[in-house]
Structures are given as C-alpha cells and as structure tokens.
C-alpha cells in the first residue's frame, strides 16, 4: 500500500505532464524510499558496523603518522649538544687559501671579526679616565658609569667602547697603575698601529696652542672666570697675532671649544655652593590668607592695580662674577675673582600688579654723597634713587627716600594716567624683614603717608610668595654677571693683542667700577622692560598671588571682606606678623659672609613661629583691633549688608 501510494504521489505532482518519464521517476524514487525504510537482517547490519570501524582506525592511523613526521622534522631541526660540526663550503676554503698565503683582504676581514680595538692610551682622552678613576675610589665599575653618564649628551661615542676589564687590566690589586702602562703614559704613545687617534685642529701649530694655554693658565692664577666666551676671544687673538689664515680654517664653535679645554686644559665646570633657605610646609595656606589681605584693601579703599607695589632689597656684587668657570678636573679649590670680594651694594626693585618696573633705588655705602658714582643723562632719565648708608644696607631712612623718591613719584603718574582721585590709596607689600616690621617704618607712614597701607608676605616664604624674589631679581643679576663677563673679555682680549696679561684687579678700585656698575645696573633693569616685559611681571603677580586668590575678581574681593568681617566680629585678632625672635635685635646678625647671589640677601627670617591663641572668657572679653593700621585694615571701614 505504501508503494502505491508513493507511486502515486510522484506521478501526479512531479511529473504531471511528461508520459513514459513521468512514469520511470516516479518508478526510481518509490525505489529510493523503499529501501530506505526497508528493514535489513543483523548480518546486514554487523557488516555495516564493521565497515564503519575500519574507516574509523584507517582515519586514526592516518592522523597518527602525520604528527609522527612533524615531530621528527621539528626535532631534526634542532642542534643537538655540542659544538655542530661546519661543512666546508667555497667561501671558507678560500679564505684559508688566502691565510696560508698571507693576503692582504682575510688580514682585514679578520681584523674586523676581531672586534674594533681603541688604544686608549694614545687617545686624548687617557688622562680623564685615569682622574675619574682616582674620583671614583679606583673602582672601575664607578668609573665607566660616571664617564658614560657625564658624557651622555656631550658625546655618546666618546666612551661608548670602554669596559670595567679594559680598566682592570691596567691597575694592580692596589690600584696603582702598572708599570707598562705608565711608560706608555709617560711617552704619549702616540705611534702605536691600532690605536685610534683624530687629527687635532692645533696640530702643525703647537706654538700658538701653547700660547692660548699659557695666557688662559695665567687668568686661572689672578682668579678670571674662564668659560667658553673668553676662552674664544683668548685663541681668537693669539691666533690673529701669531697665524691669521687659520682663523679661516677654524671655526671656534662652542662644541669645539668646550672640548679642547677639557681635553687639553684638564678643565672641567665648576661651581660654588650656597645655602638653602627652608620654606614652610603650609606656605600655600599662607599665600591664599595674604592674597586675601590684598583683596580686602582693594575692596575697602578701592585701590586701582597699578597702585599695588611689590618691593624688595637685594644684593648687588661690584664685581657680579659667574660661580661657574672652567678649572683642572678634580681641583679642591677652585678660587675666582670677585668671589672673594665682598663689596656691594644695595638695589631696591619693586614692580605692581598692572605689570609696571619701579625705577631702582641704589644704596651704596659711604656717609656723604661723595661715594655716588657720578650720574649721566641715562640714569636721570630713567629716575633712579642713589642714596647711601654706613654699610649700604637698607634701613628706616633709605626706606623713607625710596618711598618719597621713588614710590610716591611713581604713583602720581599713575594716578594721572588712570584719572584717579589725587588721593587715591596705596597698597605697598613688604617682606617681614626688621626694618619693614619694626615700628619706626609703619609708624612714619601713619604719620606722614596715612593712604599708604603696609602688607607683610609670610615669613620664610619669599622664594615662592614674593614678585621681586621669585620673577625679577634672577634675569635682573644673570644681567649683571653677563655684562660684567662681557666687558672682563674685552679687557683680557685687549690685554693679549698687547701683549701685556696682567688681569682684571687693577681695573677694581671703586673708583672705577662704581660708573660700571651704575650703567650694567640701568642697561639690565632696560632689559627687563624690553618686549613681553610687562607680561612676564604679570606672569609673577599671578604665581605668587592671583593664583592661589584672585584678587582681580569684585566677586571674590567682595566675599574675603565678608569673611574678614565675621572673622572679626567673633573676636578673631590677627596674630602678630613677626615674632621678637625673627625681627633681631640689632643689624649684626645680617652676616654678610652667608649671601647669595641666586636669593635675596637680606632675608634672614628664621622658620616662621604660630603663636598660640587663648580664648578668654566670654565676660571678660573685649573687642581686639588691629595693633598697626598698615599691617591689617581697618575695622571702622567694614560694612556688612543686612
């Protein structure tokens, strides 16, 4: 019954119209699906089940002889232990050829499979080794380290080649260098075949080289600064004097000169050291409640920007030397003129927050007007102060001068320029020095110039908090030292076109350093005022103030007043800006001996000291006040809006 009805069904839809092919399909396919679901016997099927194990293992042993022959071509691929033996091939037999015959190309291939050897003692550089191995407490270790290190970005190259066991093989077990070598050393060994040794620019000239090292040697002696400036100006005048035509052949760069003072000098950079001032942990929290101190003046006496004066002393060296200079590699004392020398004088630089440079106040030291260097045209043109003390330090009168000579002048033309009430007040901050802090200074002001308001910068926190110290006085003595430099150069150039070396001291007297010193003073302080001047001095206003609060902002000027006037109306007194012990006692304890050049000399503030507060009893309490009217504000003036 099933093969009729498949018959059926196959004829009817899929051969519907097609006679004898309709009938032979429909014939296949009934067979097709017959034998499908034809039951079959257990012979049948153990025979199929057979079959299908052997096409199973027939697959698996295929599988199996696959991996087999990966495995030993990956393991015929390794060398086994010990040293492969080498089939010969052409290239070799002839190069033994060649061997046997003594040719000329295996000689250099064979050099060069050897490696490239430095003979280090008939290089320039054998004396620096053997000094930085004796710096090195003769470890050869430290050694290499320190010379590739310290040539890192000069010269890479330079001692890229040499090893611990190079160093090793020339000293004994005590360090000493062996005997060999040490001829080698004292001969120069400069014939040796193999060694590596570049042609030197002095070479055929050893005359005009040993007149450069003799006349720079000389300057050592009388204590010159030697850098790369005066070095130049040195050979370029004894090579004009002796051999002109090789002043075409040589250059003189600054590479150049640098490398031949070190390796024919045995010069290196050396310097002096200075103290370190320490600057508080919270000096930030210091700096906000100052810049706070600022917007409340501002906001009360509505002072204008360019009435906002920063000042600061510092000083300035007769002879501004560099601390720097070029000596013999590993010198204990490196001595230079004018480092020695402790004269100098006095400038008060001061600039406001508008980004205006104050003229300077100079305080040389001398009791008449007779130690002034003479004024030019130059100098009265830019109105700067000469004044002068006993000591050339600044004190209570030197203030008062610079204060009516100098900030007071200066105001009046701001004022005029900003049409401002002729009234207008003056904030003037100060560092916490004595002399600032003591009563005499503010207690002239509330005398004499009440509209000027006294702000204190936190003690010990001048070298982040103060304009002057932190974005003036740097560019203003690197200035002084470059000039000084300068004309120092032109002075030994001119001495050797002469042919008469004998040093910068006769040219120190006061007498003729002070109108230097006068014009290198001016041509600085013009520097500082050329191109982005004013925005470098705002630049300043706003590291050490404006950004930790911005007193620029009527917003926040508005808010430190609020908070100023709860603060006082709580009975909260503002603590004394120095303690007894930081001001001193008298003016000895400013040693002149322990100045910097880099820092502000007269800060000598100890580390700052909290004074405790006490909270009285509630009936017995009374209402504080600020102790002096320019290191606060004043309370009668706040007002607060319901």
């Known amino acids: 019954m099933l093969l009729s009805a498949t018959r059926s ?10 006679g004898s092919l309709r009938l032979a399909a429909s014939h296949s396919l009934a067979d097709a699906m017959l034998n499908y679901f034809k039951r079959i016997s257990p012979e049948e099927a153990l025979q199929q089940h057979t079959e299908g194990l052997h096409a199973t293992g027939a697959a698996l042993t295929a599988a199996a002889a696959e991996r087999q022959r990966s495995t030993a071509a990956t393991v015929a691929s390794r060398r086994g232990p010990g040293r492969p033996k080498k089939e010969p091939n052409a290239a070799d037999v002839l190069m033994a050829a060649a061997e046997l015959t003594g040719a000329e190309e295996t000689s250099e291939e064979s050099a060069a499979k050897r490696g490239k050897y430095t003979n280090w003692f008939a290089s320039p550089f ?3 080794i053997l000094a930085a191995h ?23 190259e330079r001692y890229a080649l040499l090893s611990e066991s190079t160093i090793r093989s020339w000293h ?31 070479s055929g000239h050893e005359e005009i080289e040993q007149g450069i090292v003799s006349a720079l040697r000389l300057m050592r002696e009388k204590g010159s600064v030697v850098n790369i400036a005066v070095i130049r100006l040195v050979m370029r005048a004894v090579i004009q004097r002796s051999q002109p035509a090789l002043l075409a052949e040589l250059k003189l760069s600054s590479a150049f000169v640098s490398r031949w003072a070190h390796e024919q000098m045995g010069y290196s950079w050396r310097a002096r050291t200075t103290a370190a001032s320490k600057l508080p942990a919270d000096w930030r929290e210091l700096g906000a409640a100052a810049a706070k101190r600022i917007a409340v003046a501002m906001q009360l006496y509505k002072v204008h920007p360019a009435l906002i004066v920063n000042a600061d002393q510092t000083g300035v060296h007769l002879c501004p030397s560099d601390k720097f200079t070029y000596a013999v590699t590993g010198s204990k004392s490196v001595s230079v003129i004018g480092a020695e020398d402790k004269r100098q004088i006095t400038a008060v630089v001061a600039s406001s927050l508008s980004g205006d440079l104050l003229p300077l106040q100079l305080i040389f ?13 130059a100098v009265l043109g830019c109105r700067f102060h000469l004044t002068h003390s006993e000591n050339h330090w600044s004190n209570v009168q030197t203030m008062q001068q610079w204060v009516e000579h100098v900030l007071l002048p200066y105001c009046e033309r701001q004022i005029a320029a900003h049409n401002l009430p002729y009234d207008s007040h003056i904030i003037l901050q100060l560092d916490a020095w004595k002399v600032h802090t003591n009563g005499d200074f503010p207690d002239w002001l509330k005398a004499h110039h009440k509209r000027i308001h006294v702000l204190y910068v936190p003690a010990n926190c001048t070298s982040e908090l103060q304009v002057a110290d932190v974005i003036l006085q740097r560019p203003f003595k690197c200035g002084l030292r470059k000039r000084f430099n300068d004309w120092a150069a032109d002075l030994i150039q001119e001495q050797i076109t002469q042919n008469n070396v004998i040093g910068l001291s006769p040219y120190l007297k006061m007498s003729l350093i002070k109108p230097r010193v006068l014009q290198w003073c001016l041509d600085s302080w013009k520097r500082l005022q050329e191109g982005n ?4 001095i705002k630049f300043g206003w706003h590291r050490c103030c404006r950004s930790l609060f911005d007193v620029l902002d009527p917003i926040k000027r508005a808010q430190a007043v609020e908070e100023d006037a709860l603060r006082r109306a709580e009975g909260h007194v503002d603590a004394p800006i120095v303690s007894e012990e930081q001001q001193g006692t008298n003016e000895g304890e400013w040693d002149e001996a322990d100045t910097d050049d880099e820092k502000d000399e007269l ?18 309490r009374k209402r504080g006040r600020v102790k002096r009217f320019g290191g606060g504000v004043d309370p009668t003036r706040i007002e607060i809006d319901e």
């Open 9 to 18: 069904w196959a004829e009817l839809s899929l051969f519907p119209r097609c």
């Open 603 to 620: 800060d000598i503030m100890k580390e700052r000291a909290q004074p405790s507060r006490v909270q009285p009893q509630r009936e017995s």
């Open 126 to 128: 054998i004396r620096d």
């Open 365 to 377: 030291q001398g009791k008449t007007d007779a130690c002034h260097p003479p004024l030019t045209d």
């Open 134 to 156: 004796a710096e090195c407490d003769r470890s050869a270790k430290k050694t290499v380290q320190h010379l590739q290190r310290t040539h890192q970005r000069i010269d890479p």
């Open 533 to 536: 001047g004013r925005d470098y």
């Open 172 to 202: 004994d077990k005590d360090g000493e260098l062996l005997p060999r070598f040490r001829a080698l050393l004292d001969d120069g060994a400069g014939a040796a075949p193999r060694g590596w040794h570049e042609q030197r620019a002095f």
